[in-house]
T-cell receptor, first 110, second 116 residues
Framework: DAKTTQPPSMDCAEGRAANLPCNHS???????VYWYRQIHSQGPQYIIH???NNETNEMASLIITEDRKSSTLILPHATLRDTAVYYC???????????FGKGTRLSVIA | GAVVSQHPSRVICKSGTSVKIECRSL??????MFWYRQFPKQSLMLMAT?????????EQGVEKDKFLINHASLTLSTLTVTSAHPEDSSFYIC????????????FGPGTRLTVT
């Protein structure tokens, strides 16, 4: 998988936007960026994915830079239940198993 | 959304015994399921890819004779940890693809195995 780099941890105040960055400078033209999160002692949960355009769903927004070398996951109004490890993944084309890096541990603070 | 279940959620077994973990896709058919293992404070590590009706593909360093995987139907894959040892104690997580969106995997809630 294309290498991704994420900060190991971040804090966010409850109710504020959480902006989680991810660098993927070696991404190739047809590779997607996927975001998952894992709440403690649970299985990972799919959040969102994108290729070139910014994406938004009921959970989050994904902003991808024009050169596609980095992206930001935005949780617009973070709640305590958003405390989790967030994984940014760029799968190899044609290789379906997801390979998880270390992710970013987001702590939402009341 | 697609739901994946695992059973049991927690299991404690004695060293030397075998433990079977089930992974089920509840509302969709999954031709491919994946098994991961997660040690405390570490990320998920892919163990194997399970394809319905064929032999599983194991990642390097994962013993196929110790971690037996069976994917006999489109909704069920099982992982059997044979002759368990304390170092096999871990959080085991399965996932399944719906086939509708590439890489959009749905994960089970995980099974915490403790070997005493």
């Amino acid at each position: 998988d294309a290498k991704t780099t994420q900060p190991p941890s971040m804090d966010c105040a409850e109710g504020r936007a959480a902006n989680l960055p991810c660098n993927h400078s070696t991404i190739s033209g047809n590779e997607y960026v996927y975001w998952y999160r894992q709440i403690h002692s649970q299985g990972p949960q799919y959040i969102i994915h994108g290729l070139k355009n910014n994406e938004t769903n009921e959970m989050a927004s994904l902003i991808i830079t024009e050169d596609r070398k980095s992206s930001t996951l935005i949780l617009p109004h973070a709640t305590l239940r958003d405390t989790a490890v967030y994984y940014c993944i760029v799968p190899n084309s044609g290789n379906t198993p997801l390979v998880f890096g270390k992710g970013t541990r987001l702590s939402v603070i009341a | 959304g697609a739901v994946v279940s695992q059973h049991p959620s927690r299991v404690i077994c004695k060293s030397g015994t075998s433990v079977k973990i089930e992974c089920r896709s509840l509302d969709f058919q999954a031709t491919t399921m994946f098994w991961y293992r997660q040690f405390p404070k570490q990320s998920l590590m892919l163990m194997a890819t399970s394809n319905e009706g064929s032999k599983a593909t194991y990642e390097q360093g994962v013993e196929k004779d110790k971690f037996l995987i069976n994917h006999a139907s489109l909704t069920l894959s099982t992982l059997t940890v044979t002759s368990a040892h304390p170092e096999d104690s871990s959080f085991y997580i399965c996932s399944a693809e719906t086939g509708e969106q590439l890489y959009e995997q749905y994960f089970g809630p995980g099974t915490r195995l403790t070997v005493t």
